[in-house]
């Protein structure tokens, strides 16, 4: 897993993350901070999201694979996974435009464009800004500030 340095400034470093947490999906129903990333009228849709992307997954390679056993995982800790797995919702694919809650910046909206390596499960996520918009002038603050707290 890689991040640039405004990745880092965005999303927090997620290359910290080992074994099961590495998972974005896995982390969002083990530990409720991390959705703190996200404007909170999108969490119903990425919960759905997560379940169905593991989902398929999990058919895709079998009940053996990485993701059976983060599924596994899931489905023994988190009453609120199980409901949203029992629905066997597949095909959600994310939203274009994704709604960001930055501690210091506060919200922005950005366009993601996302590069997919099908054999490996790996994406490469792409971040852009309308160019004069307020989320644009974020973006450039937050490319200047880096990780650093503005209080």
Same mark, same amino acid.
């Given at each position: ?56 997954? $999990?058919?895709?390679?079998? %009940? &053996? #694979? ?6 596994? @995982? =899931? ?50 996520? $792409?971040?852009?800004?309308? %160019? &004069? #918009? ?6 450039? @603050? =937050? ?9």
């Amino acid at each position: 897993m890689r991040q640039t340095a405004l990745g880092v400034a965005l999303t927090g470093d997620t290359t910290r993350y080992s074994g099961p947490a590495r998972s974005i999906g896995y982390r969002w129903f083990s530990d409720p901070a991390s959705r703190q990333l996200y404007a909170p009228e999108d969490h119903p849709f990425l919960t759905r999201m997560w379940v169905s992307g593991l989902r398929e997954v $999990v058919t895709l390679r079998g %009940p &053996g #694979s990485r993701a059976g056993h983060l599924a596994d @995982l =899931l489905l023994a800790h988190s009453g609120e996974f199980r409901d949203v797995w029992d629905a066997h919702e597949v095909g959600i694919r994310p939203n274009e435009v994704k709604h960001f809650v930055h501690p210091e910046l506060g919200a922005l909206e950005l366009s993601c464009q996302t590069l997919v390596d099908p054999r490996q499960s790996h994406s490469l996520l $792409v971040y852009t800004a309308v %160019p &004069g #918009s307020e989320s644009h002038e974020k973006l450039q @603050l =937050l490319s200047v500030i880096g990780t650093q707290a503005l209080h």
